[in-house]
């Protein structure tokens, strides 16, 4: 498995307040993206990197901000947290040789109260 | 954007070969054929991809119609941990695109 990790895996927190989600690779992988997956949507791109302080917005990024300061990680902020971004949240990283598979870190489940 | 059909769901005996099929009739010439799988409540997790060739790993075989507008993925010996929701995509080659995940197929594996 690809060295991925998300922190925290669960997190509680109430409407209004700052959050900020972690994702740590040990690949060195050059692309890092955060997914969110709620039910009859399946999985959308929030924002992805492309390098060191390069991102750029996805699908459904109103609401959201990235920050990658160092290879090996990818933040997720969320200013000012709302009900409609609880969801389960999902890093993936990506090689950027050959035809880019992306693998997939453990997720975080966000509820916001 | 989902370029791909799948069935909604379906089910294997345990030890049975599983076939997945997928349509991709307007797949183009440089988008490249993946395969997910996402078990209940964890990260999808990459299974195999292909162009044109059929492909075969540890996990599973991929065959592509000579046409391309279709696949199957074949997991040989269907396993009750082989239970979860299967993602056929279609991409083009660049890391920075997304994969767009569509509705999958859920494959029930029955002891």
């Known amino acids: 498995d690809a060295g991925i990790t998300q922190s925290p895996r669960h997190k509680v927190t109430e409407t209004g307040t700052p959050v900020t989600l972690r994702c740590h690779q040990t690949?060195?992988?050059?692309?890092m993206y955060w997914y969110r997956q709620d039910p009859g949507h399946g999985l959308r791109l929030i924002h992805y990197s492309y390098g060191v302080k390069d991102t750029d917005k996805g699908e459904v990024s109103d609401g959201y901000s990235v920050s990658r300061s160092k290879t090996e990680d990818f933040l997720l902020t969320l200013e000012s947290a709302t009900s409609s971004q609880t969801s389960v949240y999902f890093c993936?990283?990506?090689?950027?040789?050959?035809?880019?598979?992306?693998?997939f870190g453990p997720g975080t489940r966000l509820t916001v109260t | 954007d989902a370029k791909t059909t799948q069935p909604t769901s379906m089910d294997c005996a345990e030890g049975r070969a599983a076939n997945l099929p997928c349509n991709h009739s307007t797949i183009s010439g440089n988008e490249y054929v993946y395969w997910y799988r996402q078990i209940h409540s964890q990260g999808p997790q990459y299974i195999i991809h292909?162009?044109?060739n059929n492909e075969t790993n540890e996990m599973a075989s991929l065959i592509i119609t000579e046409d391309r507008k279709s696949s199957t993925l074949i997991l040989p010996h269907a396993t009750l941990r082989d239970t979860a929701v299967y993602y056929c995509?279609?991409?083009?080659?660049?890391?920075?695109?997304?994969?767009?995940f569509g509705t999958g197929t859920s494959l029930t594996v029955i002891p």
């Open positions: 292909g162009l044109k």
């Open positions: 995509i279609v991409r083009v080659a660049n890391t920075g695109n997304q994969f767009y």
């Open positions: 993936a990283i990506s090689g950027g040789q050959g035809p880019g598979e992306q693998y």
């Open positions: 690949e060195n992988h050059r692309y």
